[in-house]
């Protein structure tokens, strides 16, 4: 992915299983959110080719990509303001790839989907008065709600406390275990993504530096120097 002559994006390749947490990792400006970006449908790449199921999705809509099962949440959470927590999860089960058409089908799933992320006693809620903290966990309600076979976390855990951490991080195993879903996460808090990566791809000036298993990663000179530094050496 370019952007001028800067490249964003460059030579950057691998691939996600299903049911597997897939952590990426690099100093900011390495490219993780234009990452995002294109394989959501925000950008199209300049070049490349980006595949999902067999597929290739280049210059699809976002729209089309969600409809295919990629789901994502953002940096920044950005609620439907003016409506409460439960409506906010049904827009994407009554939009998304679900199938539902049915109010009251939607308001039942999506009572669902609160409990698993912790929210369920917030049903009634107005968004924009939701904690940071249950505004992370709408994102993520949101973008379940699509029906994703792919989702895409964002900084999920920016501006958590320690304890709202370890909650998020057993959300996140939950909806790969319960769900069945795989799971891209771009993440800084490096203890989060070293506990719940099967595997971690590091990013640096936009390109692909390492690509393997958090015990891996961690004793990557390449990555120690450009990112982690030794203390995360095991």
Excluded: W
Excluded at 152 to 177: C, F, K, Q, S, Y
């Amino acid at each position: 992915m370019y952007f001028g002559g800067m490249a964003a994006l460059k030579d950057v390749d691998f691939d996600v299983s299903r049911k597997e947490i897939v952590g990426v990792i690099g100093p900011n400006g390495s490219g993780k959110t234009t990452l995002f970006n294109c394989v959501a449908g925000v950008y199209k790449p300049t070049s490349g080719i980006i595949k999902f199921g067999g597929r290739k999705i280049n210059g699809l809509k976002p729209h089309e990509i969600c409809k295919l099962g990629i789901g994502r949440t953002f940096q920044i959470a950005m609620p439907f303001r003016g409506m409460s927590t439960l409506e906010n999860v049904m827009v994407g089960l009554l939009f998304g790839r679900s199938g539902i058409r049915n109010k009251d089908e939607a308001e039942e799933e999506a009572v669902k989907i609160l409990a698993l992320i912790g929210l369920r006693e917030k049903t009634h809620f107005s968004a924009e008065n939701l904690t940071i903290a249950d505004l992370k966990k709408l994102e993520v309600a949101k973008a379940l709600a699509t029906k994703p076979y792919l989702l895409l976390l964002d900084e999920v855990m920016a501006g958590l406390n320690p304890t709202e951490t370890l909650e998020a991080m057993d959300i996140i195993r939950r909806i790969r275990d319960e769900m069945e879903i795989a799971l891209v996460v771009v993440e800084h808090v490096m203890k989060v993504v070293m506990r719940i990566s099967d595997r971690i791809v590091v990013l640096h000036h936009g390109e692909r530096i390492a690509d393997g298993t958090p015990r891996e990663i961690s004793n990557d000179k390449k990555v120690i120097d450009a990112y982690l530094g030794e203390r995360y050496v095991f």
